[in-house]
């Protein structure tokens, strides 16, 4: 297994990946928690129904060039992964790396998974996704990521790499996988750019077209995961879909602290 390297630079916006501060931005800012979570937040009641335990441990996963290294970072708080790029570069995208941080007394280890359907041979892949299987088949939690900006998803191709990718997962991992994954949209944070009728929307229009997007696209991963891939309804209808920015930008048109969020809905879906 890979080691943790020491980090090349602190990430923007640190203090929100410490499990506590997380919680504590978000208690402390309630109006700013997205409109469908004010009523029913209570930090009080999510900190008593965590377990005393003393490690974390999740899985990232997801296609080739979905932001996986950059999202481990943001979660992390430090720069741990390469990302981009240098990670195609230097040969690692099959590679099934670990990063460990104590956080509160908590050691929470990030599993940075190899890109799926990015076309390594056969063989390779089913090698890499065999070790996942072996290694994280225990992981408290997965995170699965999907850009929000993919087009060629929401248009429904039938070439979907995506869908390639979530149907190869739930071969090796079966469809409990789904139980307990949240699908993570990375990207979020070019959205609006990529939106030319946003441009002249105030804030609270541009919020009410985010939450539609968000909305669209869990219907589709519902529908995807029941239709395509054959994952029983009673666990399709409950995956969570999160929208996730980049750590240096965290904020997006329905919320403030998307890193801080991000980290709520971990926490909410392992208590």
Known sequence: MAEMREPTEPVAGESLTVLSEALEQIHLDKAKLPAELRDSFDLQELKDALPNAKSLSILVSGKTGVGKSCLVNGIIGKTVAEEGDKVIRDGKTSELRHYTRN????????????????????????????????????????????????????????????????????????????????????????????KVGWRKLDAAAKEREFQKELQNWEKIIQDVLMNEINVPREIATTVLVVPAGHYVDIQLPDRDYWLSMLWFHCLEAIA
């Open 103 to 194: 956080v509160d007394g908590v050691d929470v280890t990030v599993w940075d998974s190899p890109g799926l359907q990015d076309g390594t041979d056969n063989q390779a892949q089913t090698s890499c996704i065999s070790k996942m299987r072996d290694k994280c088949s225990t992981a408290d939690l997965a995170l699965y990521c999907i850009k929000m900006v993919e087009t060629r998803f929401i248009r429904g191709r039938t070439d979907n790499p995506d869908v390639n990718a979530m149907a190869r997962i739930t071969e090796t991992f079966g469809p409990n996988f789904w139980r307990n994954t949240i699908v993570v949209l990375t990207f979020a944070n070019i959205v609006e750019a990529m």
